[in-house]
């Protein structure tokens, strides 16, 4: 269940997912709800939605992360896009998990970095929006 607590747009709504994917809380996004696929018994993408004061361009952020305890860097957090209202950002989400999962069902992405792939996914989903950015790199797309 996703609730918006920022008292504007307020949503409480289950978030349709697709198999493989189970709620978190208190994950590398936000402390809000979270849905985490595992790709590999190392790593798992998270997803969720951060809501955002009100004063920030931009209301509410669509994120993923990139957990890998084998990799050199364990962690990539990417901001995927923002968005005004909270009906529009779980649709958004639902359709950016979806995509995760086919895309990680379909074996030609199994011997890539699951971070690249999921590089690939962003730009995939934001091809006919706005740019993606990681969270490293201090806004720069």
Do not use: C
């Not at 979270?34 to 931009?58: E, N």
């Not at 989400?93 to 996914?121: C, K, P, Q, W």
């Amino acid at each position: 269940m996703l609730e918006n607590h920022s008292g504007s747009d307020a949503v409480s709504r289950s978030v349709d997912l697709p198999d493989g994917w189970d709620e978190t809380t208190g994950s590398v996004t936000d402390p809000r709800a979270t849905y985490a696929y595992d790709v590999t018994d190392s790593a798992r993408v998270v997803v969720g939605l951060v809501f955002r004061s009100s004063d920030a361009s931009g209301d509410i952020q669509l994120r993923v992360s990139v957990v890998d305890s084998t990799a050199l860097i364990h962690r990539h957090d990417y901001v995927v896009a923002e968005y005004d209202d909270t009906t529009t950002a779980i649709e958004k989400m639902e359709t950016f998990v979806e995509l995760v999962s086919s895309t990680f069902r379909d074996e030609s992405h199994a011997n890539e970095r699951v971070f690249v792939t999921v590089e690939g996914i962003i730009s995939e989903f934001q091809s006919d929006t706005s740019l993606w950015h990681s969270l490293f790199s201090g806004g720069r797309k």
